[in-house]
């Protein structure tokens, strides 16, 4: 599987930005899908998971209620919607996706090349 994530770019704080990560080689339809950032000097933090079925999601505090991850299996997609953004969000975001639910970097078995995402206040 090839996760190919877009959609990062510069905005103010309190502005949004709606990521996109789409798979090529094998359907994704079958696999729990996760948002991660890594912002530099820091470990890389888990920031949503969505399950195969788009039934049940999962957020960590920091971004809860601002985040909304979303897929289209249909398309081997899956979006991350960032509204409310904040300077703390700034990082370089990746897609990842794995047959495992949780929120551990080491459970998930593909990684997308990551998209920056800088907010200034």
């Known amino acids: 599987v090839q996760l190919q994530a877009s959609g990062g770019g510069s905005v103010q704080a309190g502005g949004s930005l709606r990521l996109s990560c789409t798979a090529s080689?094998?359907?994704?339809?079958?696999?729990?899908m996760g948002w991660f950032r890594q912002a530099p000097g820091k470990e890389r933090e888990f920031v949503a998971a969505?399950?195969?079925?788009?039934?049940?999601?999962n957020y960590p505090d920091s971004v809860k209620g601002r985040f909304t991850i979303s897929r289209d299996n249909a398309k081997n997609t899956v979006y991350l919607q960032m509204n409310s953004l904040e300077p703390e969000d700034t990082a370089v975001y990746y897609c990842?996706?794995?047959?495992?639910?949780?929120?551990?970097?080491?459970?998930?078995?593909?990684w997308g090349q990551g998209t920056q995402v800088t907010v200034s206040s």
């Open positions: 080689g094998r359907t994704v339809s079958d696999l729990n």
């Open positions: 990842a996706a794995g047959r495992s639910w949780s929120r551990l970097v080491a459970r998930y078995d593909y």
């Open positions: 969505i399950s195969w079925n788009g039934i049940i999601m």
